[in-house]
């Protein structure tokens, strides 16, 4: 009779990054994940490609360990032979012989796994048995619809066009300054991008647990590796000339705060939150948004990163997810949640929630928050662990990140549900003590 496995048991037994023991005892279902990532028809060559790797690591490994063995019992031996004053010449040859061979087999050990690794390292996490499959956004299934987008008696206004009329969103002198996909921001923009982001902080720490961070903007290559961007997805990274990458989110120095480190159940869940400039070279955005700010190089963006344990990651998903949506429902602005497809979805995730809010001026909803749960995916690369409360040893953590939310599009909703005919936008009453109670944005010569 087949057994009914809820969500949240099969989140916490899917593999990460990737366990090869796991891979060996459940070989169809991993290559099944393959298979729903979209990695059909390779998966089974996949599978038979790290199987193989795996069984001549192993015997490269046995044959190391027989390598050792065979010198220790030489070495013993020759102990032996010199206080019996027997000679030792030939006994000398056999221990250089095993040694050498010890050094070589170790070398092939090492080349095979560092095969193994690369392999292991370019697949994708699994999806979760909830999880919609599907290859792009089409396959995505829409949860729930939240608010009502508003009615304007007129036709409304894209942002871009709302920010340039009141003489405070400038394109122009940005492209003077870096190139396309920049902005700047004067006056009230500028300070309604930091009071959006001070109002999100604020109610992320005071209302639901989140300790606020102030991270690194620059990390290493361990730091991108961790949480999946690395080496992947270089190209959608900028990269300084002295080898520290840009952070493309928060969620990269946040989630790599427990890398390399062994966590005490007790003191999951750990909530993490940030507000940064976020850098990504959007490689792969030719010609999308290209105009206004919805696509950019350079942006502002809350985040929100938990690490907990495989129990409580689902329920942690919902509770981070939530969060997010109540930004949107604080500033009134209408939104749904969409469950990303299996062909949708990050790199890195396992399930992911989407919000998107409704932006008037293009008639149709955007996304503004990304929330995923890694389940161990990020933990194994980091190597991130915690002790359980009861039992022995460690298990790798999960790994959770959204945004909370990306403050550039937050604004970007503002303006647009928010605006008037004569072309003022009114501040949503949220916002207003962050901005010594003004009420409207109105134009600047």
Not at 114 to 137: C, R, S
Not at 201 to 224: C, I, K, M, N, W
Not at 329 to 349: E, H, I, N, P, Q
Request: glycine fraction near 8%.
């Amino acid at each position: 009779m087949p057994v009914s496995i809820s969500p949240v048991f099969r989140l916490c037994f899917i593999p990460a990054m990737h366990d090869i023991r796991w891979i060996r005892e459940h070989p169809a279902e991993f290559a099944h994940g393959l298979r729903r990532r979209g990695l059909q028809p390779q998966a089974e060559d996949i599978l038979d490609d790290i199987l193989n790797l795996d069984r001549a690591w192993r015997a490269a490994e046995t044959r190391v360990q027989e390598a050792k063995a065979l010198r220790n019992k030489f070495s013993r031996e020759i102990g032996a032979a010199k206080r019996a004053g027997a000679d030792i010449a030939d006994l000398e040859q056999m221990i250089h012989a095993s040694r050498q061979l010890e050094a070589d087999e170790g070398k092939e050990a090492s080349r095979l796994r560092k095969q193994l690794d690369d392999l292991l390292e370019g697949l994708p996490n699994l999806p979760a048995a909830d999880v919609p499959d599907g290859a792009d956004e089409t396959a995505n299934d829409i949860q729930r619809e939240v608010g009502e987008p508003p009615r304007f008696n007129f036709t409304p206004a894209p942002h871009e066009e709302i920010g340039e009329r009141l003489g405070l969103m400038d394109f122009r002198r940005a492209g003077k300054l870096s190139g396309s996909r920049f902005v700047v921001l004067r006056r009230d923009l500028a300070r309604l991008e930091r009071a959006l982001a001070q109002f999100m902080l604020d109610l992320h720490t005071r209302e639901f647990g989140y300790q606020e961070v102030s991270p690194p903007l620059l990390v290493r290559d361990e730091a991108v590796f961790g949480t999946g961007q690395l080496p992947k997805f270089a190209e959608d990274l900028f990269r300084t000339t002295n080898g520290y990458w840009l952070i493309p989110t928060a969620e990269v120095p946040l989630t790599n705060l427990v890398a390399d480190e062994i966590l005490e159940e007790r003191d999951l869940p750990l909530r993490f939150t940030a507000c940064t400039p976020c850098f990504r070279s959007e490689a792969g955005a030719a010609g999308k948004d290209t105009r206004g700010m919805i696509r950019q190089h350079q942006f502002m963006k809350v985040e929100l990163v938990s690490v907990t344990t495989p129990e409580q990651s689902a329920e942690e998903h919902e509770h981070m997810t939530k969060c997010a949506e109540e930004v949107l429902k604080r500033l009134g602005l209408a939104y749904r949640v969409v469950v990303l497809s299996t062909g949708d979805m990050g790199f890195a995730a396992q399930k992911t929630y989407d919000i998107e809010v409704w932006l008037p001026g293009q008639g149709t909803y955007r996304e503004i928050s990304s929330c995923s749960n890694c389940g161990a995916f990020q933990a194994q690369r980091m190597k991130a662990r915690y002790r359980p409360a009861e039992g022995r040893g460690t298990r790798p953590v999960h790994t959770l990140n959204g945004s909370g939310l990306a403050v550039g599009r937050t604004l970007i909703a503002i303006l647009e549900n928010y605006q008037h005919e004569d072309g003022s936008v009114s501040i949503p009453p949220a916002l207003q003590p962050y901005l010594g109670g003004q009420q409207v944005i109105e134009h600047h010569g």
